[in-house]
């Protein structure tokens, strides 16, 4: 039995199952990057699953110029072979902006008692702020920090206020409490993004060995991402991140 004071008030105490990961975002498509920093944080913080939850609608972000099901099936290609990941398609149901506070609420609901680590990159958590009803998102999992290769702008005051009340002292603390831990997880760094991909196909060239061969080649079989599919694309210059919410 854990005795686990929870600012959530999920449960005072519960006998807490391993943590879990969950990793969203536009997977527009998935490549390397999602793929390998999500098997080092399986494996550093012995996770039992980490799930993969493509977003129907990011929210600040354009619509993806593929559809949700396309996103889907090349990302459940991606992660067939590997034990451990899991493609949870919640946000493909609801309609509306993908909202990670809501998703993280259906997966609460579901899993009382299993510790929830919300993998982010820092790209993405350097937004976190703007977030709707970010603040709860600590009072339903914990956020795992991912390093990036990139320029990002410093944190805002608000998420350095969370980093210092929140930041555990060792990655064991994430198996201890429900939610509300911050934790950094170094991971190798992968100059690798979705934006490069897409304008890679869109150029006709090629971004073999940035991403699974099996997602590269249904991409090929169905044309996705050519130039004419690509109108729609986001900048990037809102979040960097293709979640967002
Ligand atoms: P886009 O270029 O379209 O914005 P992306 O490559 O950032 O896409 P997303 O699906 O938007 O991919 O990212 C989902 C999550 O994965 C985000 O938290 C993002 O920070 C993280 N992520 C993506 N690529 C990497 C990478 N190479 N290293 C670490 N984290 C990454």
């Given at each position: 039995m854990v005795r686990c004071v929870s600012e959530a008030g999920l449960r005072s105490h519960t006998h807490l199952q391993a943590p879990i990961g969950i990793f969203g975002g536009?997977?527009?498509?998935?490549h390397h990057g999602h793929l390998r920093v999500a098997l080092e944080v399986l494996e550093a913080l012995r996770l039992t699953e980490l799930r993969f939850l493509p977003a129907r609608q990011p929210p600040?972000?354009?619509?993806?110029?593929?559809a949700p099901e396309q996103r889907l099936d090349l990302l459940r290609s991606a992660v067939a072979?590997?034990?451990g990941f899991v493609v949870d398609k919640r946000e493909l149901r609801r309609s509306g902006p993908s909202y990670t506070v809501d998703t993280l609420a259906s997966l609460r609901a579901e899993l009382p008692d299993t510790p929830l680590c919300l993998l982010v990159g820092r790209d993405a958590f350097g937004t976190?702020?703007?977030?709707?009803?970010?603040?709860q998102l600590f009072e339903l999992a914990h956020i795992v920090v991912l390093n990036r290769p990139g320029n990002w702008p410093a944190l805002s005051p608000e998420l350095n206020a969370e980093v210092t009340t929140r930041?555990?002292?060792?990655?064991?603390g994430l198996q201890q409490r429900l939610a509300g831990g911050l934790w950094f997880q170094s991971v190798t760094?992968?100059?690798?993004?979705a934006t490069h991909i897409r304008e890679l196909l869109a150029s006709g060239r090629s971004p073999r060995y940035l991403l699974p061969d099996t997602v590269y080649t249904s991409i090929l079989k169905q044309g996705l991402y050519r130039a004419e599919h690509t109108g729609q694309r986001s900048t990037g210059a809102d979040t960097g991140r293709g979640r967002g919410g």
């Open positions: 536009t997977f527009d498509p998935i600040h972000r354009d619509t993806p110029g593929v072979e590997q034990p976190l702020h703007r977030w709707s009803r970010w603040h930041q555990l002292p060792a990655a064991a760094p992968l100059t690798i993004s």
